[in-house]
């Protein structure tokens, strides 16, 4: 298929719908699992205040239009975070929001949210991670303010001396140099690596390290809930969102790169800025809702997740 003439015929045949290889794939995955997709959102309160209803707002424009973009809902619940966790964060931006709110939602409700982080960084899909890896290793060559801003705020939840080593180790070639094409070999490391990292287990390889910072073999290595909760909150979702909302990426099912494995990886993002949007408004005590509730979210949705793309992680091709 010749993506860019097909793109091209999607606008001129308007409104005649035109689905791409990977939309079709996705639908035909629907159509085998009975019309039930791989989300169900949580049950909120009703609420009068304006705030709220605005951020309900988002997320029922984000609804209609799943299944098929979950893109758009990954969207509209980041646009909640900003608005409802925004007023605890005043005049510090998004990414005052993104460094903060793991400590808010921990000192909330330590153990609902720690299980949450657990859940979600044993679950991330391995394209999810490569596609994390792939743009904290690129942003670390290029000159751009969103790979710039990238690279600051993985120093600043990584820490630099953790930072160095990760490059070094998966950004440069054998001798040391940047090649400015990292390899899919070192990509695929990478992506194994913080796998690992995200799941908050102890590393099993009894071989010496290197780089003393990424031994997580050691206890003291490990990362905090707090930390993990930050790297998906700082490095992937606000990344993501800097890339859609400036344009910088193109639609994410209709490229050649395109497939089952993307659906996935767009989904388990869309989850992560679902449940971090449900803690915003449990923070400001909004739709009578439980920590305990957003975790039970997170189990079932995990679970649905899971079912519905079963055998899709097992690949090491393209990137989110």
């Not at 909640?80 to 990414?95: C, L, N, T």
């Not at 993104?98 to 949210?113: E, I």
């Not at 490569?130 to 060559?141: D, G, M, N, P």
Request: glycine letters at 8%; one cysteine or more; charged letters at 25%.
């Amino acid at each position: 298929m010749d993506f860019k003439k097909e793109r091209v015929n999607c606008h001129n045949k308007y409104p005649e719908l035109v689905q791409f290889k990977a939309e079709r794939k996705f639908r035909e995955k629907l159509d085998g699992a009975n019309g039930s997709i791989p989300f169900e959102p949580m049950q909120i309160g009703y609420g009068d205040d304006s705030v709220y209803q605005k951020c309900v707002g988002h997320l029922i424009d984000g609804l209609e239009f799943l299944p098929y973009r979950p893109d758009y809902m990954f969207d509209h619940s980041f646009k909640v975070i900003d608005e409802a966790a925004g007023y605890f964060f005043s005049g510090k931006g998004i990414k005052g929001i993104v460094q903060g709110l793991p400590a808010k939602l921990l000192n909330h409700s330590r153990a609902d949210w720690e299980g949450i982080v657990d859940l979600l960084g044993k679950n991330i899909p391995l394209m999810t991670c490569r596609f994390l890896v792939k743009r904290i290793c690129e942003a670390h060559f290029l000159t751009d303010g969103n790979s710039k801003q990238l690279k600051d705020r993985a120093i600043s939840c990584l820490g630099a001396q953790f930072y160095d080593e990760f490059i070094k180790r998966f950004a440069l070639d054998d001798s040391g140099q940047a090649t400015g094409r990292i390899s899919s070999e070192r990509i695929n490391k990478a992506a194994s690596f913080v796998k690992l990292y995200l799941s908050g287990k102890k590393g099993s390889k009894k071989s010496k390290s290197s780089y003393k910072c990424l031994d997580i073999t050691k206890e003291v290595n490990v990362p905090t809930h707090n930390k993990r909760m930050e790297f998906l909150l700082s490095l992937l979702l606000f990344n993501m969102r800097n890339e859609r909302a400036h344009g910088a990426v193109l639609s994410p099912f209709r490229t050649s790169k395109s497939s089952i494995e993307r659906y996935q990886s767009y989904y388990f993002a869309m989850l992560c800025s679902y449940i971090f949007c449900l803690g915003a408004l449990d923070l400001r005590g909004f739709g009578n809702m439980l920590a305990s509730s957003i975790l039970i979210c997170t189990e079932n949705n995990i679970k649905l997740q899971a079912s519905f793309f079963k055998g899709c992680d097992r690949t090491n091709r393209g990137h989110a």
